[in-house]
């Protein structure tokens, strides 16, 4: 059965558009009333990032959660892997990041963890589901058994600690020029310190957020700010993380952009190397490109394919036993350290080698060749756009004409209206062209709006 509100990464939306004070309260409510397992006094954890809109989403879900009985520790400002961190740490039955990550500010979302720190399974979403559609009056706590809420000092220093713990207690990053981009997000304040505190001469920018400006022409989804700085003061790297903090591209000394498949070829290689692959492997998904995949099978190393979004990458993690994989968008997870996608721990990876090796970023960052990949979006108004007879028939003569030397992925978008469609192949005048016709095929089928992404 398809979920109403739970999409590919927890419910997102237009905040006072899909996501409003009634339904955060509801959602409050309805995970709370999932989450009470047992006779102990029940807690949720929640941060956020630095929307406007978290403050009312906050308070909302702060309601719904007192409501059931449940007590709430406030952490302001996080990013998401410190909510995935401190849930289990501090012995929350219930993680929640208010956040929709690299979007813009108009928009905001609720991220669910579970009490070990993972987000939640289908399942569990679609319990949650059930419940946000019934009426909960007669389940809420009694006038004494309401919830209390207390706000969390030092959450700061507690990530910043867990995060240079992810690194060799001798390993410095004293000598390294590095610019950091905060995107004005959850991350403004920890990452800067997390970099400085570890020996670097950290450059910040994106560390000034004004409810308003988060992921605006800064992060990881505008990486040309961070490209021009790393130019500007003569840095060795840029580190560009997104509006959660959740995902991360760098930019080398030459200011060219290292996006999430280099960036796992480089852990992929340093970890085999030193024997800390759990498998001869990692996980991606189904847009990372080809030319990863062949470099890591000329190195000895699989790399199975899953849907797009992180929790499928980690769900493959842990039920084949991997300990790496992520997204081409940044989304690297490393399960010996954390539960969820963690920029800032991915970067300081990347960093460990970069000074063990002693060599520039743009070399240690380019271990192979991408495969020329085009990914184009189209817009549609709803209903099933990929059922068409002549969509139908201009995929399969794309493929087709890729052969095996190509690939080409067509799917929804799991957090807006519009079919992506991507192909990849070494001939690039035949990729674009694969996928110019599929787009016009899905633009006649519904008068649907294409923009390259």
């Known amino acids: 059965m398809a979920k109403k509100f739970f999409g590919t990464d927890g419910i997102r939306g237009r905040a006072n558009g899909l996501i409003t004070p009634e339904l955060a309260l509801k959602v409050g409510q309805a995970a709370g009333l999932a989450f009470q397992r047992g006779d102990h006094r029940h807690r949720v954890v929640i941060g956020k990032d630095t929307r406007l809109s978290g403050y009312m989403i906050e308070t909302a879900m702060v309601a719904g959660f007192t409501s059931v009985g449940m007590d709430v520790l406030l952490l302001g400002p996080v990013p998401t892997p410190a909510v995935a961190m401190l849930t289990p740490s501090m ?36 319990e949650i589901e059930a419940l946000l559609a019934a009426d909960l009056g007669p389940r809420l706590a009694q006038s004494r ?3 209390r809420a207390k706000r969390i000092e030092s959450v700061d220093a507690r990530y910043i600690e867990f995060a240079k713990r992810t690194l060799p207690r001798n390993l410095s990053l004293e000598g390294l020029r590095i610019v950091v981009d905060c995107a004005n997000g959850a991350a403004y304040k920890v990452a800067p310190a997390a970099l400085w505190e570890l020996g670097a001469e950290v450059f910040s920018i994106g560390v000034e957020p004004n409810g308003f400006n988060i992921n605006q022409d800064v992060g990881s989804t505008s990486p040309e700010a961070l490209a021009a700085k790393v130019r500007e003061m003569r840095a060795d790297i840029g580190i560009a993380l997104d509006g959660d903090a959740d995902r991360v591209l760098l930019v080398d000394e030459r200011g060219h952009l290292v996006d999430g498949d280099q960036l796992m070829a480089v852990v992929a290689q340093s970890w085999k190397e030193d024997g800390r692959l759990s498998r001869p492997g990692i996980v991606t998904t189904v847009m990372s490109n080809l030319g990863l995949e062949r470099h ?70 380019h271990l192979f060749e991408p495969l020329p990949q085009i990914l184009k979006n189209v817009r549609h108004g709803g209903g099933q ?51 110019d016709q599929i787009c016009d095929a899905l633009r006649d089928g519904g008068g649907a709006k294409a923009a390259a992404e």
């Open 296 to 365: 890591l099978a000329s190195i000895g190393l699989e790399m199975p394919r899953t849907s797009v979004g992180d929790r499928y990458v980690l769900e493959h993690m842990r039920e084949h036993g991997y300990n790496l994989g992520g997204e081409q968008s940044g989304h690297i997870i490393m399960s010996d350290y954390a539960t969820t996608g963690d920029g800032l721990v991915a970067a300081l990876q990347v960093l460990a080698v970069v000074q063990r090796q002693e060599r520039p970023v743009s070399e240690i960052c």
């Open 91 to 126: 012995r929350a039955d219930l993680g929640v990041m208010i956040s929709a990550s690299h979007n813009k500010f108009e928009d905001n979302g609720i991220k669910l963890f579970g009490p070990d720190g993972y987000k939640l399974s289908d399942e569990v979403e679609h």
């Open 385 to 435: 756009p990929l059922q068409g007879a002549h969509v139908k028939a201009a995929i399969a003569e794309g493929e087709a004409r890729l052969g095996k030397a190509g690939r080409l992925v067509i799917r929804p978008s799991g957090t807006e209206p519009v079919i992506r469609v991507m192909a990849e192949g070494d001939d690039h005048a035949l990729v674009e062209n694969v996928v």
């Open 145 to 147: 058994d309401l919830g």
